[in-house]
């Protein structure tokens, strides 16, 4: 693997974090107010590489949200049940509370590859990640590089998923979401009205680098626009075994102090399980609000 170290114009160092995608900036702390100018540079090196981390950080709620006000402007949590007290833009992810109390959100996954809010009309542009505790084993969030999977199909194969549109609704998601917590309260029929299902293309172009890749959510995919359940089904197979070689992925282990923004645009990403009786994990996530995918 590629572990130079290099310096951009603006004098940020960094490291490829693997061969497959991913960079690291190195001796940079984000915890003053004095890294706040270099936010064009973090962005320039956000839409070149997708995932972006910065390890070893210390910081308070309103330096990771303004850390992340970066990136656009922040998406109110859908899921109020699991916010920070006292932070609405931060929700708490992992098995164990900060001592300031909160619930966070624990789904202990099994693979499960998606890329953040796909079943919603307008979805997060880039999540942010920072870890407050992480588990010494288990736990690695892996990211595919959708553009370089897309890039990596055949051309008669880029012309046919060019013209897909992946059909999301909320009761497909939420059937899925019910199998993994069976006590998951029912939906109801004013929710079901309020969230008409939604099309997104299969092959996204990113609205800032123009570049494309693959887009879809393989677990809570209702279908292929104009295609059986039972094609739909064999095609997204088929093009999440192709975008999960090795080659187009990188595994992100956990340090305490990580702080991680991915571009959901861009890439597709899966939360994998560890041993949560044993060991404690806790992050705080922001969202940045995205636009209509085309
Ligand atoms: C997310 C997510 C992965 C993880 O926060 O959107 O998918 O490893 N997290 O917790
Ligand atoms: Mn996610």
């Not at 008409?196 to 123009?210: D, F, K, N, Y």
């Amino acid at each position: 693997m590629e572990t130079t170290v290099q310096t951009d114009t603006s004098g940020l160092e960094t490291r490829a974090l693997s061969s497959a995608l991913g960079v690291e900036v190195l001796n940079i702390d984000l915890a003053t107010s004095g890294s706040d100018a270099l936010a064009p540079a973090f962005i320039d090196l956000f839409n070149r590489a997708a995932v972006v981390a910065f390890r070893g950080q210390s910081l308070s709620p309103e330096r990771l949200i303004a850390f992340s006000r970066h990136f656009g402007p922040l998406e109110p949590h859908t899921d109020f049940e699991h916010l920070l007290p006292g932070h609405r833009e931060i929700m708490l992810v992992g098995n164990v509370a900060p001592p300031c109390g909160g619930q966070p959100f624990f789904h202990n996954a099994m693979e499960e590859w998606h890329t953040d809010l796909i079943q919603t009309q307008t979805p997060n542009a880039a999540t942010v990640l920072y870890a407050i505790e992480s588990p010494p084993a288990g736990a690695t969030t892996r990211f595919i590089d959708a553009r370089a999977a897309y890039d990596a199909l055949p051309q008669t194969d880029r012309n046919r998923v060019d013209a897909m549109q992946g059909v999301y609704d909320i009761v497909t998601f939420d059937n899925e979401m019910r199998r993994q917590d069976p006590h998951r309260p029912p939906l109801t029929e004013e929710k079901i009205r309020r969230n008409p299902p939604v099309s997104h293309p299969i092959a996204r172009t990113h609205p800032v680098t123009g570049a494309k890749s693959l887009y879809f959510a393989a677990d809570i995919i209702a279908r292929i626009d104009g295609m059986s359940d039972e094609e739909s089904r064999s095609v997204v197979d088929g093009l999440l075994s192709h975008a999960s070689q090795p080659e187009f992925v990188y595994a992100h282990r956990w340090k305490d102090g990580d702080v991680v923004i991915w571009d959901n645009r861009c890439t597709l990403h899966t939360a994998t399980p560890f041993d949560a009786d044993k060991y404690r994990r806790l992050l705080y996530r922001t969202v940045i609000a995205g636009e209509t995918p085309y």
